[in-house]
Nanobody, 114 residues
Framework: QVQLVESGGGLVQPGGSLRLSCAAS????????MGWYRQAPGKQRELVAHISGGGIINYADSVKGRFTISRDNAKNMVYLQMNGLQVEDTAVYYC????????WGQGTQVTVSS
């Protein structure tokens, strides 16, 4: 069973940057379309970026131009570089397979505040 472990969150001021990492266990990782999701208090979880095994990328409009998703298939890792962070980006961030979801990890808290 694939396990997902997210890390890299923290407290940052508006305009700041963070880099999130997601480590996935198990085989066949390179075949998965992997995404970063986030859930803000009182809101539904939303998909903000995803990347196919071959590197095709899509972003939600709310993060386009500010966030960059990448992956290292050799290391079973997915990353999310977040620049120009805004208060509205405050949420718990999770990685997961897009479509057929895996068990959720614990997520990593991102708080943007002055």
């Amino acid at each position: 069973q694939v396990q997902l472990v997210e890390s890299g969150g923290g407290l940052v001021q508006p305009g700041g940057s963070l880099r999130l990492s997601c480590a996935a266990s198990g085989s066949f990782f390179n075949f998965y379309v992997m995404g970063w999701y986030r859930q803000a208090p009182g809101k539904q979880r939303e998909l903000v970026a995803h990347i196919s095994g071959g590197g095709i990328i899509n972003y939600a409009d709310s993060v386009k131009g500010r966030f960059t998703i990448s992956r290292d298939n050799a290391k079973n890792m997915v990353y999310l570089q977040m620049n120009g962070l805004q208060v509205e980006d405050t949420a718990v961030y999770y990685c997961n397979r897009v479509g057929s979801l895996l068990s959720w990890g614990q997520g990593t808290q991102v708080t943007v505040s002055s």
